[in-house]
């Protein structure tokens, strides 16, 4: 596995915006930091009962530190999406400062107003996409 020192971003495999959210990144992050895993695998599902949490109950992206360290963590929603920019840099690193400037319960509840419509509004995928050939060694459920 690849993911020791690589943040582990999971999302919805089926989700339309999930997965445009994942050529964003894969399109921005030059330095190849991030690894993907969809919710629906086995990894997501071991990393997300480890902070007693289940897939069925996330609408949203996360991101896991240290995946399978001692010193793993969870980050969730609004708190995901800053790390994903400032990991990215340049102006989306910005977006995050602007973004940390807002009270996070204010943020979360923008996301989960989308997250509650994401299928509606993006779409939704009989299957999980297969990632591009040139890509995907960075998706740890493959």
């Given at each position: ?5 690589h ?5 919805d495999g ?9 050529r964003f ?17 086995p ?15 996330f ?5 896991v ?6 010193t793993e963590?969870?980050?969730?929603r ?5 790390f994903i920019?400032?990991q990215l840099?340049g102006?989306?690193?910005?977006f ?5 400037l ?6 979360d ?11 509606r509004l993006?779409g ?10 040139k890509?995907r060694?960075?998706?740890l459920?493959?």
């Amino acid at each position: 596995m690849q993911s020791e020192s690589h943040p582990v971003i999971l999302y919805d495999g089926v989700c339309g915006l999930c997965n445009r959210v994942v050529r964003f990144v894969l399109r921005h992050d030059r330095n190849a930091t991030f690894r993907f895993a969809t919710m629906q695998s086995p990894l997501s599902q071991q990393a997300l009962a480890r902070h007693n949490k289940s897939a069925d109950e996330f609408d949203t992206v996360c991101v896991v530190l240290d995946l399978a360290q001692p010193t793993e963590r969870l980050l969730i929603r609004s708190d995901a999406t800053q790390f994903i920019f400032k990991q990215l840099g340049g102006i989306w690193r910005f977006f995050a400062i602007v973004a940390s400037l807002i009270p996070r319960p204010v943020r979360d509840w923008a996301y989960r107003l989308v997250a509650r419509r994401r299928y509606r509004l993006f779409g939704r995928y009989g299957t999980c996409p297969l990632p591009d050939p040139k890509v995907r060694d960075r998706f740890l459920d493959q």
